[in-house]
T-cell receptor
């Protein structure tokens, strides 16, 4: 069965500091992995995705994530946080590529 | 510009009423989805459809119904059987190979029971 665990429902970082949002998954086959961002009262926007190939994936707004099969992880990082990065972030996994399962989300606060 | 339109943005329902949430897309996507979002619980799948006139139950389909009469439209009805309908509802669509492109989401409908 597929599942996604996002450690830390709330993360706070100072402006300019490293952002690290954690995502671990369980899957019986190599999964498809996505990160989405949600701003208040809006839908989700795709940040980046891993399907096959290079395990370090770059996305929009300076975010990147690395697929580590041995650790079943797909953590999201950004070297330097901006105030505009404050939002909720969701990790999603799929074994088939059709139906995705979403984590419970991590709310990122950026402190000026 | 192509996208997904959800309406209304805010909806209030009285106890015992059925309400219908609209979702329309002009992306020519084959698949459409309905998710429910509650604080601290992430997104939970209600129904999805990969082709016109066909749809499948998700993890929390009880108390909800859908139809897919047109490729562009996937309305969700919240029935009186849904005991706790207050939530944020998100509609999404994707190409049939969602793995390569991900989902496109609408901006959501916030439903409140009054």
């Amino acid at each position: 069965a597929q599942s996604v665990t996002q450690l830390g429902s709330h993360v706070s970082v100072s402006e300019g500091a490293l952002v690290l949002l954690r995502c671990n998954y369980s899957s019986s086959v190599p999964p498809y992995l996505f990160w989405y961002v949600q701003y208040p009262n809006q839908g989700l926007q795709l940040l980046l995705k891993y399907t096959t190939g290079a395990t370090l994936v770059k996305g929009i707004n300076g975010f990147e994530a690395e697929f580590k099969k041995s650790e079943t992880s797909f953590h999201l990082t950004k070297p330097s946080a901006h105030m505009s990065d404050a939002a909720e972030y969701f990790c999603a996994v799929s074994e088939t590529g059709n139906q995705f399962y979403f984590g419970t989300g991590t709310s990122l606060t950026v402190i000026p | 510009d192509g996208g997904i339109t959800q309406s209304p943005k805010y909806l209030f329902r009285k106890e015992g009423q059925n309400v219908t949430l609209s979702c329309e897309q002009n992306l020519n996507h084959d698949a459409m989805y309905w998710y429910r979002q509650d604080p601290g619980q992430g997104l939970r799948l209600i129904y999805y459809s990969q082709i016109v006139n066909d749809f499948q139950k998700g993890d929390i389909a009880e108390g909800y119904s859908v139809s897919r009469e047109k490729k562009e439209s996937f309305p969700l009805t919240v029935t009186s059987a849904q005991k706790n309908p207050t939530a944020f509802y998100l509609c999404a669509s994707s190409r049939i190979d969602a793995a390569n492109y991900g989902y496109t989401f609408g901006s959501g409908t916030r439903l409140t029971v009054v």
